[in-house]
C-alpha cells in the first residue's frame, strides 16, 4: 500500500518534471516567435484525427521557395482557405499556425497539469492537517465516554516496512438508544495489549458522529 508520504513525494517529482517541461516550451515558443518569419498559407487538404485536423498547408517564403508542410491543427479549415503562419526561416516546414493558442497550447496545457498537480498537493497538505488536529478539535470540543476495552486487531491491510499495525477496540453501550457503537483507535506499530493495564477506556465522541475519537 502506499503512503500519503510517497504519494507526496510522487506529485513532487511530477510537478518538478512539469515545470522544467513549461519552462523549456516557453523559451523555445519565446525563441521562434522572435526569428520566425509570418506568411500566408493556402489549405490544400483537412483530415480529422481525433480531436485535431491533419492539416496540409502550401505557402511561399520569403526567398519564393513553394513549401508544402502538414499540421496538426485544433481548428478545421476548409481547402482553398487562406491562414497566417509562422515558420522557421532555416527549416521552413517547421511551422505553425500564427495565433495564440496554436504557437502556446503545449505550454497552456503543461502549465494547467501543473497547476492541477499543485492543487492536489495543497489538498494533501490540507487533508493531513485537518486529520492530525482533528484530535485536538475531539477533546476541546467533544462529549466525554467511557468505554468498554474489547480486544487489539492486526491489521493485516496496512503493511508497511514488513509489519502490520494494531488497533485497539473498545465498545460502548447507549442506554438512551439501547444500541451498542464500537471504536478503532488510530494505528499502533507494536502491539499494545500489555500496556492495557484498565479495561475502562475514556473516548472523546461528537454527538453526530460517534466514529470519531481520541484516546487520553
Not at 511530477?14 to 516550451?25: E, H, I
Not at 490544400?44 to 517564403?61: A, E
Not at 503562419?85 to 504557437?103: G, M
Request: charged content about 20%; glycine content about 4%.
Amino acid at each position: 500500500m502506499i503512503n500519503k508520504k510517497t504519494v507526496g513525494w510522487i506529485l513532487w517529482f511530477c510537478m518538478l518534471l512539469l515545470f522544467v517541461k513549461l519552462l523549456m516550451l516557453s523559451l523555445y515558443n519565446g525563441y521562434f516567435i522572435e526569428q520566425s518569419v509570418r506568411a500566408k498559407a493556402r489549405v490544400i487538404s483537412v483530415v480529422k484525427n481525433n480531436q485535431l485536423y491533419d492539416t496540409t498547408l502550401r505557402f511561399v517564403t520569403k526567398h519564393d521557395t513553394l513549401i508544402e508542410a502538414e499540421l496538426k491543427l485544433l481548428t478545421e479549415h476548409q481547402p482553398g482557405q487562406i491562414v497566417s503562419v509562422r515558420y522557421n526561416p532555416v527549416i521552413p516546414a517547421q511551422l505553425t499556425k500564427d495565433t495564440f493558442i496554436e504557437i502556446w497550447f503545449n505550454s497552456l496545457l503543461t502549465a494547467g497539469l501543473l497547476l492541477s498537480v499543485a492543487l492536489m498537493l495543497y489538498l494533501i497538505s490540507v487533508c493531513s492537517c485537518w486529520i492530525a488536529n482533528r484530535g485536538k478539535r475531539l477533546s476541546r470540543g467533544g462529549d466525554r465516554i467511557y468505554t468498554q476495552f474489547d480486544t487489539v486487531e492486526r491489521v493485516v491491510k496496512a503493511k508497511k516496512e514488513g509489519k502490520y499495525p494494531y488497533q485497539i477496540i473498545t465498545s460502548w453501550h447507549d442506554g438512551a438508544k439501547n444500541k451498542t457503537y464500537y471504536f478503532k483507535s488510530k494505528y499502533i506499530w507494536h502491539n499494545p495489549v500489555d500496556y492495557i493495564l484498565d479495561q475502562t477506556i475514556t473516548v472523546f465522541i461528537y454527538n453526530k458522529n460517534k466514529k470519531s475519537m481520541r484516546w487520553i
